[in-house]
């Protein structure tokens, strides 16, 4: 999805909720189982690698389960805070993960090679494979044991995919099969999106679009008046990061870590006459 240079402006009817937990926005899976302005000094700095938070690519191949969920592109983004998955670039080719993949939200934004594996009754012919992009939770349901609906229990490795993707490599009277999984870098188009909400007094930045790695584990703000010192974000729910700083009337500039320990910074990314609602794209990874 191709974005023109400039400010790349939103409109947001989003409410700000500060320090309210995340809702459960996942939609029900268990019925079917019995996703501006670029600064011109813009640049990337990779870190050792030896940091343990690198990740290398792709990653090995793992054993878990997928099932599937009804919904559509406003809901497979839910517990991540991506508003529209299929207009933020991420389609419909996306996945709820289990609480021990998805991390609290850390994980939001992470992409997978999943394959359908030892079920020939129900895989499709040739086990393609799919890839997909973490955008939301599957919660746990410990009403039912773990191997009999409870499939995203903890410690289960679970995939819980956007009905279009199963159905790429599943037949849909399976309900739940067994996969094959690795994590892949993200192919993104453009930069990172920064889309920031809020008001004067607590400001929410929806992190988004990010190649490489995808998965944010921080993200730093400062701008060029009043907050001058980079100040340190807080992840308020899945990708959506928090700050109390009186950042309006600043030209601001964002520096982004990613899981595999590489650094992205955006410049002078945001004008100084932002508002709230708009987004606008930095650095990203490649």
Known sequence: ????????????WLFLVALVPLPNV????WSHAAHNM?????????????????????GPWAKAHATFYEGGPRSFGGACGYKDVV?????????????????????CGACYELKCVDSPQWCKAGQP???????????????????????CNPPRQHFDLAKPAYLKI??????????????????????????????????LVLVWN????????????K????????????????????????????KLTFSVRASDGRFSVSRNVVPSNWKFGQTFQGKNFT
């Open 223 to 250: 701008g060029n008046k009043k907050v001058i010192n980079w100040t340190n974000m807080k992840r308020n729910w899945g990708q959506k990061w928090e700050s109390t700083d009186m950042l309006v009337g600043e």
């Open 38 to 58: 670029v600064g011109r000094r813009n640049k990337m700095v990779s870190i050792s690698p030896n940091s343990p938070d690198r990740v290398s690519w792709p």
């Open 1 to 12: 999805m191709a974005f023109p240079m400039g400010a790349l402006v939103t409109t947001s």
């Open 170 to 203: 599943a037949l849909y009277k399976s309900g739940i099969v067994p996969v094959q999984y690795r994590r892949v870098p993200c192919k993104k188009q453009g930069g990172i999106r920064f889309t920031i909400n809020g008001n004067p007094y607590f400001n």
């Open 210 to 221: 990010v190649g490489g790695a995808g998965d944010v584990t921080a993200v730093r703000v």
């Open 87 to 107: 207009k933020e670039g991420y389609g419909l080719d996306t996945t709820a993960l289990s609480s021990v993949l998805f991390k609290n939200g850390q994980t």
């Open 129 to 151: 494979s799919i890839f997909v992009t973490a955008t939301n939770h599957c919660p746990p349901n410990f009403d039912k044991p773990g191997d009999d609906g409870g499939w």
């Open 26 to 29: 996942h939609a029900n899976s």
